[in-house]
């Protein structure tokens, strides 16, 4: 499907769910998400939701008890910050509540700033974390020099940084426009909400942050850049060997993100470029900006807007918001085929999907024709059949028929 095609799709299925719903935002979250829960709560006591997401206990993988410390840590913080500013930050059920209102006449929200909270309170929940302060990072990056700049984003540049203990880290510098700063704050928050309790070899590792001047994250600095720069930007072919090994890396990062943390998290921006290499080729996904805690007895959200990555959206995403675990399966099949191929998600010139292209192929089992040309025959078959059948079963356009990605690591 093209991508001009899945943009006028986007635009009729938000207009249909939110006159089908009949609900409003009282508080937007970071990025006006409308979450409409199948509960009247986040709490793992109530039930009455009649299709329930299975328990995830049973799930061998399932070994990480909920931190109830550690909860307690971030309702505390997100009080004392809610006192300074009436913004309520409902993306983060750890930090707050999860609220549901009928449409109603809102009062005007007074404005936020980014100086609004004390970033010292973060340090109580998370005291391994660093508060860095802006003349720290500016000298860290020679002055956020271009030269040093090593991504760029709608909403962020980062910068590869120095720290005086010779330490070599990236530095997250959110960018918006200032008149959008009430949203740049709440959208930091949700973030180190998040990554707070996200701790797994396949996951980026928080360093510390900033509010001085700005908004910043300080993060490990992978060596080998991300597994977009590697198969789409360098002139040097990556081998399957350490292809398999960055598909093995990223299901098993996801596997935890869905199933080994204390509450469940769907990513809803996984793509090649948010998957940095450490020095070993480890996989580590990265950019939790777009994430979602999914509470336990939920099956999925519906949000709005759509938020992601053209060619990576499963459909039922596109068409009608939903998000859910599958949300992140249907991703990383799209990452598979682009590790198998080394073609891009949507080809830059025909605008043509990858999933598109490459189901005839699967459903021939055509491993001559999909296999990326740069790996010649240099690879092993019996792992190559293994990721091109996961990645049929994952881009799968039925939701339910994409496996778990606890059966993935299996």
Known sequence: MAVEEMEK?????????LHKNDLSIEDPS?????????????????????????DKSSSPLSTTPPNVSSFHQWNKMIESIKKKSIRRFSVIP???????????KQPKLSPCSENDFDCDQILVAKPSWRNFTFDELVAATDNFNPENMIGKGGHAEVYKGVLPDGETVAIKKLTRHAKEVEERVSDFLSE???IAHVNHPNAARLRGFSCDRGLHFVLEYSSHGSLASLLFGSEECLDWKKRYKVALGIADGLSYLHNDCPRRIIHRDIKASNILLSQDYEAQISDFGLAKWLPEHWPHH????????????????FMHGIVDEKTDVFAFGVLLLEIIT????????????????AKP???KNNMEEIVDPQLGNDFDETEMKRVMQTA???????????PDMNRVCV
């Open 9 to 17: 799709k986007i635009k009729g299925s938000q207009e249909t769910e």
């Open 30 to 54: 970071p990025r006006c998400v409308l979450e409409i829960p199948v509960m009247s709560s986040d709490s793992d006591n109530s039930s009455s939701c009649s299709s329930c997401s299975p």
């Open 94 to 104: 750890l930090l707050a509540s999860y609220e549901l209102t009928r449409k109603k």
């Open 192 to 194: 180190l909400g998040i």
């Open 302 to 317: 519906i949000v709005f807007p759509i938020e992601g990555t053209f060619g990576y959206l499963a459909p039922e995403y």
């Open 342 to 357: 080394g073609r891009r998600a949507v080809d830059t010139d025909s605008r043509q999907s990858i999933v598109m292209w």
């Open 361 to 363: 192929l699967l459903e």
């Open 392 to 402: 049929s079963m994952c881009i799968h356009h039925v939701s339910t028929m994409r």
